[in-house]
C-alpha cells in the first residue's frame, strides 16, 4: 500500500509528473563560476520532493492576488509603495506550515490514473519557489494600466473595460514569445547570472534549511528575523510620525530663502547635492534593492548620476539652454515658454487628434532641464545598448547561435536541470502567433479607442525581438534594466503623429513586452537555480500572469471610480496622496511623442533637435571602453565600464528623484565594495538576507499603516511633516517670469 509520500504526483494525474525518485549531488569542486552564484546557491537538487500540489495552488493563486492588488492600490499614491514578492515569500511560510498539519492526508482515487492527495507530506522549498513565482506575477506593474489611466483620466476619453483588459492581457502575455526565444542565451549560460534573483536564493535558504549557529553569531533565520522586526518598527517613522527622513535635504535648512540653494540641495524638487533618504522605500523603490547590485553595477550607476545630475544638467540650466532659467531645474510638468503650465486641452480637437492651429495660437512646448536632458541621455542609452552587446557579448552570442543543435559545456547547474522535461519551443511559438494576432484583431476591432493600426503592432514586435536580447544581457549581468521605451515613442511619433493613444499602445507593445519578457527569463533563473521542472514553471508563469493582469485592471478600475479627483494635482485637496507621479510622467510622454509629435519637438520644427545628437554619443561611447580595454587588456577594470548601465544611470528620474539615487549609491557602496571585499563572510550569510528582511518589514508596516491610519486621513502637522523642506527648488530663476509662491527676480 501506498503511504502519502509515495504518490507519484500530489495534485496532478501521475503521469504528468516530471521528477523521479532521485535526490542529485554534484561533486563539490563543481561549482558556478561567478563567486556571488557559487556563495549563495546550492549545487544539489532533490527530484522526489512534489512540486505541484494543493498548497502551491491555493497560497499562489492568494499571493498572487493580494500582492497585485497592493501594488496597484499604492501605486497611484504620491510615494508608491512597491510590496516585492519577498513580502510573500516569507508569509506563506507559516501558512504553508498550517495546512501541511491540518489538511488530510487521504489519498484519492487510490490505485487509479488519477491519484492524488491534498497533502503529500511537510511544506517544502520547491513548492515555495512556485508560490513565489505567483507572487512575481502580482509584484510587477502591470504597465498597460498606464494607458487606461492616461486616457480616462488625463484626457477624459472613452476607453471600456473590456478593451481595456483585451489590451493588458495581450502585452503581458506577449512577454512569453520573446522569453521563449532568448532562452538559451539568457538563462543556460552561468555568465548571465540574474544578481537579484540572489536575494530570493538566500531567503529560501535561511527558512527552509537547518543551521547551526556560529559560537557568538546568528543563523541566517534568528539574523532575518531580528532585521525583520528592526526594519518593520523603524518605518513607522518615515511612513507617519516623521515623514522628513525620507529626504534630509539640509542644505535648504541653512539657506531658506536662497532660491540657488534649494535647487542644488532639495533631495524631492533640486540635484540632491548633500540629501540623503533614512527610507528603505525611497532607497529602493526605483533601482531596487542596492544591496543585490554588484559594486560595479552601482559604480556605473553613480557615474552616470554624477555626470547627468551635476554636470550636464547644471551647465544646461545655467547656460540658460532652451530657455532653462524659466522653468523649474527639475520637474515633470509641460510648459508654455513663460513658465506657466502648458493646457493640453486646448490642442485636442473633437476627434481625439492633435488641433495644429490650437498648437500654433498656444505656442511651442517647452520641458524643465532635467526631463529634456533625461531624453538626451535616454538616446545616448538606446545606442550604446546595442554597441556595447555587440562588442563586449558579440562572440558569445554568436558561438550560442551555432551550438544551438550541438552539445555545448554546461555549469552545475544546467546539468541539473536538464534531466527534467524541458518546454518545448513551439509552446512558446504558438503563444506568440496567437497573441499577436488577437493584438491586430483588438486594435484593428476597436480603432476608435485605441487608434493604432495592424502594421503598428508588427513594427512594435520587431523592435521588441531585437532589443529583448541585449537589454536582457544587460539586466543578467548589472541588474540594470536600460529603459528604451524612447525609441518606441520616437519611432511611432514620426510615422503617426498626432495620434496619443496609439503612441501609447504601440510604446506598451513593443516595449514593455520586451520587459515582460526579460521578467519571465529572470523567474525561469531562479527556478533554474532552485531545481524547478522547467513544465511547471511555465504553467505557474502562465496562470499568475493572468490573475495579476485581472487584478490590477480591476484594482485600477475601482480607484477611478471611486477617488474624486485622483491623479488631478489642481483639484486634489492639500495633502492628498493620490498624485500619480508615474502616470503624470506617462501622460506627459503620450502628448510630448504622441499628441504633439517628436518632429515638432525634438524634429526639424522643434527647438530641443541638436539632442539628436546623443545617439551618435551613445554609439561612441562604449567603442572607447572597448578600445581602451584592447590597448590595455591588463586593466580588467576597463571591462566593468558598462555605458548602457552608466547612461542609462537617471532613466527612472523623473518620477525618480535625486534622494532616491543619493542614498541608493551610499548603501550599495557599503554593501558592494566594503562588505563584499573586506567582511566576505558576512556578506556572504546575511547581506541577501538583510535586503529581503527590509523588504519585507518596511511592506508589512506600510500596508498596517494605511489600514489603520491612511484609510481615516488622519496625519500629523509639525515641521517633521515635510518630505523635503525646500519650498523654494521648483522656481524658474528667469527675469520677469512670476510663478505662485516664488520670488520674481
Known sequence: MKSAHEITAPFLPRNQSHRSHASDE??????????????????????????????????????????SFLNQFFWYRREPLSITSISAQIAVVPLGHLMATVITNRVF????????????????????????????????????????????????????????????????????????????????????????????VSLFRALHEKEKRIKGGLTRNQFFLIAFICSFAYYIFPG????????????????????????????????GIGAIGFDWSSISSYLGSPLASPWFATANIALGFALITYVITPVA???????????????????????????????????????????????????????????????????????HVFLFHGKEIWQLSKSAFQENKMDVHTKLMRKYKQVPEWWFMCILFVNIGATIFTCEYYNNQLQLPWWGILLACGLAIFFTLPVGIITATTNQTPALNVITEYIIGYIYPGFPVANICFKVYGYISMKQGIAFLQDFKLGHYMKIPPRTMFMAQIVGTIIAALVHLGTAWWLMETVPDICDRALLPAGSPWTCPGDHVFYDASVIWGLIGPRRIFGDLGHYSAINWFFLGGAIAPLLVWLAYKAFPNQHWIRLITMPVLLGATVNMPPATAVNYTSWIIIGFFSGFIAYRYYRNWWSRHNYVLSGALDAGLAFMGVLLYLCIGMEHDSLSWWGSDPDGCPLASCPTAQGVFVKGCPVF
Open 109 to 200: 482515487f487510490k490505485g487509479k490514473r488519477w491519484e492524488f492527495t491534498l497533502n503529500p507530506g511537510p511544506f517544502n522549498i520547491k513548492e515555495h519557489v512556485l508560490i513565489t513565482i505567483f507572487a512575481n506575477s502580482g509584484a510587477g506593474n502591470v504597465y498597460a494600466i498606464h494607458i487606461v489611466s492616461a486616457v480616462k483620466i488625463f484626457y477624459k476619453q472613452n476607453l471600456t473595460f473590456f478593451v481595456s483588459l483585451l489590451v493588458v492581457i495581450t502585452t503581458q502575455v506577449l512577454g512569453f514569445g520573446w522569453a521563449g526565444i532568448f532562452r538559451r542565451y539568457l538563462v543556460e549560460p552561468a555568465a548571465m547570472w540574474w544578481p537579484q534573483n540572489l536575494v530570493q
Open 317 to 387: 540650466y545655467w547656460f540658460n539652454i532652451y530657455k532653462a532659467k524659466a522653468f523649474p531645474i527639475f520637474s515633470d510638468d509641460l510648459f508654455i515658454a513663460t513658465g506657466q503650465r502648458y493646457n493640453i486641452s486646448a490642442i485636442i480637437d473633437s476627434k481625439f487628434h492633435v488641433d495644429i492651429q490650437a498648437y500654433e495660437r498656444q505656442g511651442p512646448l517647452y520641458l524643465s532641464t532635467f526631463f529634456a536632458m533625461s531624453y538626451g541621455v535616454g538616446f545616448a542609452c538606446l545606442t550604446a545598448t546595442v554597441v
Open 240 to 271: 507617519y510620525l516623521f515623514p522628513m527622513l525620507t529626504s534630509l535635504s539640509w542644505i535648504c535648512w541653512i539657506f531658506p530663502t536662497s532660491v540657488l540653494a534649494q535647487q542644488l540641495g532639495s533631495g524631492l524638487h533640486g540635484l
Open 26 to 67: 554534484l561533486s563539490g569542486a563543481e561549482n558556478s563560476p561567478i563567486e556571488q552564484v557559487a556563495l549563495t546557491v546550492p549545487i544539489t537538487d532533490d527530484r522526489t520532493l512534489p512540486v505541484v500540489t494543493f498548497r502551491m495552488w491555493t497560497l499562489g493563486t492568494l499571493a498572487c492576488a493580494l500582492l
